[in-house]
């Protein structure tokens, strides 16, 4: 069964960083696209980056770019966004999500809590 297990997120101050991790486990790891959604209460779930199976293009929301950074070590089944200089509104439930050559059903992992508060 696919599996995608998120983890890193927390309380950090405005202006900090933190680094998400998605280990992945019970599919073809490097052909599928990986993406991280997030979800803030009361608000639609929103992509914020993605990376493909090939290539290693990345996409970013405007809210984000510059500021995040999505990667994959495809040896280590492994997907990571390394967010820095987070910001308040930058708090929501994380998702990692993956796509079987960027076009089959989206897998989610459980998700994580980011919060961005003083």
């Known amino acids: 069964q696919v599996q995608l297990v998120e983890s890193g997120g927390g309380l950090v101050q405005p202006g900090g960083s933190l680094r998400l991790s998605c280990a992945a486990s019970?599919?073809?790891?490097?052909?599928?696209?990986m993406s991280w959604y997030r979800q803030a209460p009361g608000k639609e779930r929103e992509l914020v980056a993605r990376i493909t199976n090939v290539g290693g293009f990345t996409i970013y929301a405007d809210s984000v770019k510059g500021r995040f950074t999505i990667s994959r070590d495809n040896a280590k089944n492994m997907a990571y966004l390394q967010m820095n200089s987070l910001k308040p509104e930058d708090t929501a439930v994380y998702y990692c999500?993956?796509?079987?050559?960027?076009?089959?059903?989206?897998?989610w992992g459980q998700g994580t809590q980011v919060t961005v508060s003083s």
């Open positions: 999500a993956a796509r079987p050559y960027g076009v089959g059903p989206l897998y």
């Open positions: 019970g599919l073809a790891f490097s052909t599928n696209a």
